[in-house]
């Protein structure tokens, strides 16, 4: 392939130059015919086509930008707005492509470097090697290891859902930085998750059967968002700590987990629900602020100040309640969790154990709870912390508390287990806007501090 240049157009051409000798001369040939019709503005055109006895010419746009790899890799952490004009524009390009003509045409080679997005932002699919008519059988696989459909493994008949499941791992790659291998489970919990599990379905039958539904699905979640954030409503979640049993070190995961929240950039107020004063201790070597919450180490501690201290609502992105050893519920913090859950408010419940009254005596502890819920083991060695996991009656996810000195200085091994965390069970709060260097928090607490000061 050369970069060329027209003399009198003053204007750059991609040239495909290749011998008739070859074995891909043939296909070469064929995706010129096959596109040399389409007019799309994300399809690069044709201009010309010439071939002598020995070698085969054809004269391109040139699409002056950055393959989709490459911008996530230098973009390290796509913004909301980004993702979806991607995700959109590339399911338009494929609307046109499958609607093309009597029988459509189907790409069949859907990956991070045959999609192009220019200084423009503007989205190209380029490379059709691959693609055939909808009425074409194709006679051996090819596609790329992981994007490609199974079908296209297994020489099945091939149609338009191959290269949704093709545009579902497109969409996981933007989401999972890169990461296609992990599989779709990784995001369970984000909001573009049943999109892109119905794209991957193993089964054709059970995909999308048009591109357009996922279009018109993607720009209901995109308008979703846009809404959300002119109303001043990111994505918000509420960690409830408690421990089995007094002394099993709730409050130190509570500031470990808040410290490696805000080291993500996220804005984190801990608040004190747990009755011991153990939080107002910490905030001690803090700076009270005007509204009475403590500036301490870059969290944001609000002691309990049963109802004498009226504060200001403020905005946080992580809300993090140090709820002390395990109690029944009682009614104010029934009408708490309810405003939560109408709220934009997302709830995760923590339960921090030790194994002392047995796993499934500290699992039934999660009976009455209706958040999502998980526990951190403390106060164990890896043998321990893998025998406690096996002899949970119930799934729930565990994670190992390592030791702590310090809870401003959590440490690498337990910063990468508040990482895996994160991914797993709130990656909304890690897809949001940047300004300077800092994620910008856009969600009022009114609703929750409300219940700690006026209970």
């Not at 497109?170 to 999972?176: A, D, K, P, T, V």
């Not at 993500?264 to 011991?276: E, I, M, R």
């Not at 949970?392 to 702590?404: G, Q, R, S």
């Amino acid at each position: 392939m050369l970069l060329i240049r027209h003399k009198r157009l003053e204007v750059l051409r991609t040239a495909k130059i290749i011998s008739k000798k070859e074995q891909n001369a043939d296909r070469l040939m064929q995706e010129a015919n096959l596109i040399k019709n389409l007019k799309h503005p994300g399809i690069p055109l044709i201009y010309d086509i010439e071939e002598d006895s020995n070698s085969i010419c054809i004269i391109e746009e040139y699409i002056s930008g950055k393959s989709l790899s490459e911008y996530v890799k230098q973009s390290k952490s796509l913004q909301p707005d980004i993702i979806f004009h991607l995700l959109i524009e590339i399911c338009k390009i494929l609307e046109y492509i499958h609607g093309f003509g009597e029988y459509g045409i189907i790409h069949l080679d859907l990956k991070p470097e045959h999609i192009m997005i220019d200084e423009l932002k503007q989205v190209w699919l380029i490379d059709f090697d691959n693609a055939v008519n909808g009425d074409q059988k194709k006679g051996q696989c090819e596609g790329t290891v992981f994007y490609a459909a199974p079908e296209q493994y297994h020489r099945l008949e091939l149609d338009q859902r191959a290269d949704i499941y093709s545009l579902g791992m497109l969409f996981l790659y933007m989401f999972n930085e890169k990461n296609v291998q992990s599989g779709v489970d990784g995001i369970r919990q984000h909001m573009l998750y049943p999109i892109i599990k119905k794209c991957m379905h193993h089964n054709p039958a059970e995909r999308y059967q048009q591109v357009s539904d996922v279009r018109r699905e993607m720009e209901m979640l995109q308008e979703k968002y846009l809404k959300q954030k002119r109303n001043g409503s990111e994505h918000s979640i509420v960690i409830r700590i408690k421990g089995a049993r007094h002394g099993i070190g709730a409050t130190h995961l509570c500031l470990s987990m808040a410290k490696c929240f805000r080291k993500q950039g996220l804005s984190v107020l801990c608040v004190d629900a747990s009755y011991n004063q153990h939080l107002f201790l910490a905030s001690g070597e803090g700076k009270p602020q005007s509204n009475g919450i403590y500036e301490c180490h870059g969290i944001s501690i609000l002691p309990d100040y049963h109802g004498r201290v009226v504060c200001k609502p403020e905005a946080y992105q992580v809300i993090i309640v140090d709820e002390g050893a395990y109690k029944k519920p009682c009614q104010s913090e029934k009408i708490w969790k309810e405003r939560c859950i109408s709220g934009q408010y997302e709830v995760i419940c923590v339960l921090v154990v030790d194994g002392k009254y047995g796993a499934e005596n500290e699992q039934k502890l999660f009976a009455r709870e209706n958040q999502r819920n998980v526990i951190f083991v403390n106060h164990m060695n890896g043998m321990q912390f893998y025998r406690y996991c096996r002899n949970l009656k119930e799934k729930v996810t565990c994670y190992a508390i390592p030791c702590i000195y310090q809870w401003n200085r959590p440490g690498r091994l337990f910063e990468e287990n508040i990482q895996r965390w994160i991914e797993e069970f709130a990656p909304e709060v890690l897809i949001t806007d940047h300004k300077n260097g800092m994620r910008e928090v856009c969600v009022e607490t009114k609703k929750i501090l409300h219940w700690f000061h006026k209970k």
